[in-house]
């Protein structure tokens, strides 16, 4: 997907070719994990670019519809994260706190989607998996956090 340009991507969506769409396209084409939408305006103010929040979802709405990027909610959250649909098979493993994720290599659902079609006949044509927990660091603060409220209650 990464060989057309961002004019010839939307052209073949029917999306109409923006600056902003540009802007927000480019950022999404040059990360190798997925971001929210506060990330993606965070990079473009820092590249002193001018465009709203507000805008950022709209454009990310409509690039999903489309099939350009792929859309994935954060856990225990109402936000979500985009990246480029790079029509490649992925799965990340995501911090609960943080949102940090880390791309799991392989698919671990190779075998299960095998024996699914044989059992049920079904014809599978995709699946998602996330698996959630808490990264090293986060882990760290949590359990920080739990000594902390340990020691005010051992004070009352």
Same mark, same amino acid.
């Given at each position: 997907?990464? &060989?057309? #340009? &961002? &004019?010839?991507k939307f052209a073949g969506c029917g999306i109409k070719n923006t /600056?902003?769409?540009k802007l927000v396209f480019a950022i999404l084409e040059g990360e190798n994990r997925p971001l929210t939408a506060d990330e993606i305006y965070v990079k473009l103010k820092e590249k002193k670019e001018t465009i709203s929040l507000s805008t950022i979802y709209r454009i990310l @709405? /409509?690039? +999903? @519809?489309k099939g350009l990027i792929l859309k994935t909610s954060i856990f225990n959250e109402k936000k979500f994260t985009f990246e480029i649909n790079r029509l490649e098979h992925k799965h990340y493993l =995501? %911090? +609960?706190? %943080? #949102?940090? #994720?880390? @791309? =799991?290599?392989? %698919?671990?659902l190779e075998k299960l989607e095998a024996a699914l079609t044989k059992k049920t006949r079904y014809k599978i044509v995709g699946h998602k998996l996330d698996i959630y927990g808490y990264c090293p660091e986060c882990q760290e603060k949590l359990e920080h956090e739990s000594e902390?409220? /340990?020691h005010s209650e051992k004070e009352k």
């Open positions: 997907m990464k &060989s057309q #340009n &961002s &004019s010839t /600056v902003q769409r @709405e /409509v690039f +999903a @519809e =995501i %911090c +609960a706190k %943080c #949102n940090k #994720n880390i @791309e =799991i290599e392989g %698919c671990p902390t409220e /340990v």
